[in-house]
Nanobody, 117 residues
C-alpha cells in the first residue's frame, strides 16, 4: 500500500511562488509515473504536470513556462515549483502515483492553493 502526503499549499498573491511536495511511502516510487492534478470549485479535476520514472515531463498548456515538476527518488518525493501564479491557478492540488495498472493508482489527500489578485 502506498500513501501520498502533499504539503506546501497556501495563500499567495498573484505573481508569487509556491513549491508543493508529495512524499510517497513504499518501494515503487522510483519506477512510477508521478502526476500533479488540480480541481477548482465547480470544475473537473485536470492534469497539471507529470513526470515519468526516466525524468521525462509534460505540462498542461496553461502552466507551461511557469510550473516545473521534478522528483527526488532518494527521498521518494515529487515537487511542483509554481511561479508567476495567477488567480486561475486557485485549486486543490493532488498528487498521483501510477505504477502500471489501476491496481497501483494512488492519490494524495490534496493541498489547497489560493492565489489572490
Amino acid at each position: 500500500q502506498v500513501q501520498l502526503v502533499e504539503s506546501g499549499g497556501g495563500l499567495v498573491q498573484a505573481g508569487g511562488s509556491l513549491r508543493l511536495s508529495c512524499a510517497a511511502s513504499g518501494s515503487i516510487f522510483s519506477s512510477s509515473y508521478m502526476g500533479w492534478y488540480r480541481q477548482a470549485p465547480g470544475k473537473q479535476r485536470e492534469l497539471v504536470a507529470y513526470i515519468y520514472s526516466d525524468g521525462r515531463t509534460n505540462y498542461a498548456e496553461s502552466v507551461k513556462g511557469r510550473f516545473t515538476i521534478s522528483r527526488d527518488n532518494a527521498k521518494n518525493t515529487v515537487y511542483l515549483q509554481m511561479n508567476s501564479l495567477k488567480p486561475e491557478d486557485t485549486a486543490v492540488y493532488y498528487c498521483n502515483l501510477f505504477y502500471g495498472s489501476i491496481e497501483y493508482d494512488y492519490w494524495g489527500q490534496g493541498t489547497q492553493v489560493t492565489v489572490s489578485s
